[in-house]
Nanobody, 115 residues
Framework: QVQLVGSGGGLVQTGGSLRLSCAASGRISSINAMGWYRQAPGKQRDLVATISTSGRTDYADSVKGRFTISRDNAENTVYLQMSSLKPEDTAVYYC?????????WGRGTLVTVSS
C-alpha cells in the first residue's frame, strides 16, 4: 500500500502562484510515477502533470509553460509549482501514484483562482 498526503491548496487571485506538495509513504519502491490530476465541479478528473522515477515529465496542454512538476526522492515528495493561475484552473487537485496495476490517490486539495 501507498499513502499520499497532499497539501498547499488555497485561494489565489488570477496571475498568482501556488505550490502543491504530495508526500508518499508505504511501499515507495512500488511506485513508477507520481503526479497531479484535477477535477472541476461537474467535470471529469483530468491529468495535470506526471513525473516518472527517471524524471520524465508530462503535462496537460492547458498548463504547459505555467506549471512545473518536480520530485524530491529523498523526501518521497512531489511538488507542483503553479504560476500565472487562471480562473479555469479552479478545481480539486488530487495527488496520484502509479504502481504496476494500481493507482493510488490522495484526498484532494482545493485550489480556487479568483478573477
Amino acid at each position: 500500500q501507498v499513502q499520499l498526503v497532499g497539501s498547499g491548496g488555497g485561494l489565489v487571485q488570477t496571475g498568482g502562484s501556488l505550490r502543491l506538495s504530495c508526500a508518499a509513504s508505504g511501499r515507495i519502491s512500488s511506485i513508477n510515477a507520481m503526479g497531479w490530476y484535477r477535477q472541476a465541479p461537474g467535470k471529469q478528473r483530468d491529468l495535470v502533470a506526471t513525473i516518472s522515477t527517471s524524471g520524465r515529465t508530462d503535462y496537460a496542454d492547458s498548463v504547459k509553460g505555467r506549471f512545473t512538476i518536480s520530485r524530491d526522492n529523498a523526501e518521497n515528495t512531489v511538488y507542483l509549482q503553479m504560476s500565472s493561475l487562471k480562473p479555469e484552473d479552479t478545481a480539486v487537485y488530487y495527488c496520484n501514484a502509479q504502481a504496476t496495476g494500481i493507482n493510488y490517490w490522495g484526498r484532494g486539495t482545493l485550489v480556487t483562482v479568483s478573477s
